[in-house]
């Protein structure tokens, strides 16, 4: 690992004034610290942002939500006001990573985790997110669970949190600080395809930091789902966050946003207009589904993620359903 | 460390930080790179936090960091500065069950239940357990708790495998950790 200078960040304006051009800010540390180690990031100083005053969950009059991104995963999934007004947001929190890296990760380390496609990760290998212009071996190579939508010949990765995918569907934004001002991203922007340019995941400058995720207001069922290789601790093969509004027999509202499926959080806004307005029946989520997944583009190796695709977002509208 | 990347030629940067271990305070001249789990095993000489991985992967380097469970594998020392920190070494004392042969609720469960076979997952597996029961006795709810708004339920089968996901055991002593986890958690 390449020797670092370590700053703590008191304050907002600290923090942004400490970033230079070899800076990383610290949260937990659980994936800067272990791209480190495997040499894919080589900071020469470190700004701890853990001990900014944004460790708090404010419920505002109107049920939406304000998360400062400095509080812990797991203080998110346990917060008493989030399990009762987005519990998709819990359940997608506690489907991530494991009890003791939950403890230690941010929700701003979370959002800006990197890939974990297996070629990004070894130093040895070219690859277009880390080394531009090294091609993209996973693309013709081993890629059973890369992306099937929104792909490009320059990088095939998906995005890994299960936060991001529930934050997609409840229309979160986050608020991002540099030296300039105060900036408020909708998610839906946040994130980039990966297009001619895979090293940038996000739409931040070098040195923005974000400060805070707001969430709106929810007024719906929601549940979040994954499938993954393991029954637990492994990242998705895909996962849906829904939500689901039904009176009378017909679809009020309804949100779906897929992770494990590209670049960034999947948000299935054609299923979702399909679907408001009609009868809440099996037949319906069907045909929805099918329509989001005619856009897909599957690699050699990961054509099952359409059906699994299909298959969670009817059993996850089924089960919503139900309730109503 | 890995020398690929120590190539630049920038000379390391050491820094001071005082950690309390085991109700112990010490104050330890580090490199900023130095990671928790190395401090613990290689400045303080205590090896029970084990390197499985080194990536966050295993859980066997787990250890109490300001009372919860965490990965010391990932957690910089320097980070850390002025934390306190329980290893398996100091569980029995943080139990109140210090002195010859003390061990606490956990550790003395594992030994009736045979909870382990060559060990190495073991120290994490203790720490994390307890730090598990902690968050359990909080009311914290995990992935397969059914119902988020309800009072969290006892701990079954189902809900100690879950929470305790983070902690692989090569020898797959699984059932007896269940057991033993489930006997403390009752
Ligand atoms: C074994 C393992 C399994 C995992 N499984 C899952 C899983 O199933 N699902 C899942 O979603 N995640 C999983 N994770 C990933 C985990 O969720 C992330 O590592 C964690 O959320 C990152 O948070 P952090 O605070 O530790 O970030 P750090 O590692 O500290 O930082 C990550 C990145 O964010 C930047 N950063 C941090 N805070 C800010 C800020 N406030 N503003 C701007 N930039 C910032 C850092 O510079 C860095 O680039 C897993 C991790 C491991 C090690
Ligand atoms: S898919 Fe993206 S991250 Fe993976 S090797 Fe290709 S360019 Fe790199
Ligand atoms: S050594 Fe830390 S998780 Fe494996
Ligand atoms: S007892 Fe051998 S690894 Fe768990």
């Known amino acids: ?324 | 460390m890995d020398s690929a990347n120590t190539r630049g030629g920038a000379p390391p940067v050491p820094v001071s930080i005082t950690l309390t271990v085991n109700g112990r305070e010490h104050r330890l001249d580090i490199d900023t790179r130095a990671s928790l789990l190395d401090v613990l095993r290689e400045r303080l000489g205590l090896t029970g936090a084990k390197k499985g991985c080194d990536h966050g992967q295993c859980g066997a380097c787990t250890v109490l960091l300001d009372g919860r469970r965490a990965n010391s594998c990932l957690a910089l020392a320097v980070a850390n500065d002025g934390a306190e920190v329980t290893t398996v070494e100091g569980l029995a004392e943080a139990a109140g069950a210090a002195g010859e042969g003390g061990l606490s609720p956990i550790q003395e469960a594992f030994v009736e239940r045979d909870a382990l076979q060559c060990g190495y997952c073991t120290p994490g597996q203790l720490c994390s357990a307890t730090g598990m029961l902690a968050e359990a006795a909080e009311g914290w709810p995990s992935f397969v708790t059914e119902d988020l708004a309800a009072e969290p339920p006892a701990l079954d089968d189902a809900e100690i495998r879950e929470r305790m996901s983070g902690n692989l055991c090569r020898c797959g002593a699984y059932v007896n950790i269940v057991a033993a986890v489930r006997e403390v958690g009752a």
Request: charged residues 25%; contains cysteine; proline residues 6%.
């Open chain 1, 1 to 324: 690992m390449r020797p670092f200078t370590y700053e703590r960040a008191d304050s907002v304006d600290d923090a942004v004034a400490l970033h230079g051009e070899q800076t990383r800010y610290l949260g937990g540390g659980t994936n800067l610290v272990d791209l480190m180690r495997l040499g894919v990031e080589q900071p020469d100083r470190l700004v701890d942002v853990t001990r900014l005053p944004y460790d708090q969950i404010t419920v505002a009059p109107d049920g939406g939500l304000l998360i400062g991104a400095t509080v812990r995963n797991s203080d998110l999934a346990v917060s008493w006001s989030v399990r009762q007004t987005h519990p998709l947001l819990s359940q997608a929190v506690l489907a991530g990573a494991s009890g003791q890296i939950r403890n230690q990760a941010t929700v701003g380390g979370n959002l800006l985790q990197r890939t974990r496609c297996s070629y990004f990760q070894d130093i040895t290998k070219p690859c277009n997110k880390r080394d531009p212009g090294s091609g993209c071996p996973a693309r013709k190579g081993e890629n059973h669970n890369m992306a099937i939508f929104g792909h490009s010949t320059a990088c095939v990765a998906t995005h890994p949190s299960d936060m991001a995918v529930a934050l997609a569907a409840l229309d979160a934004s986050v608020h991002v600080h540099s030296r300039e001002g105060k900036r408020v991203l909708p998610l839906s922007d946040f994130y980039r395809f990966p297009k001619d340019d895979p090293s940038r995941d996000t739409v931040l400058k070098p040195g923005e930091l974000i400060t805070e995720v707001e969430v709106p207001p929810l007024g719906m069922p929601s549940s979040y789902r994954k499938v993954r290789e393991r029954a637990s601790f492994a990242f998705a093969l895909v996962s849906i966050a829904g939500a689901l509004k039904v009176e009378d027999g017909v679809v009020q509202d309804c949100r779906i946003a897929l992770g494990g499926v590209a670049h960034k959080p999947w948000r299935a806004h054609r299923a979702e207009e399909m679907l408001r307005g009609v009868a809440a029946t099996k037949e319906n989520y069907l045909r929805a589904a099918d329509a989001e997944l005619e856009s897909a583009h599957p690699l050699r190796e990961n054509g099952y993620k359409i059906p699994l695709a299909r298959n969670l977002i009817v059993r996850t509208m089924l089960s919503l359903g139900e309730g109503a």
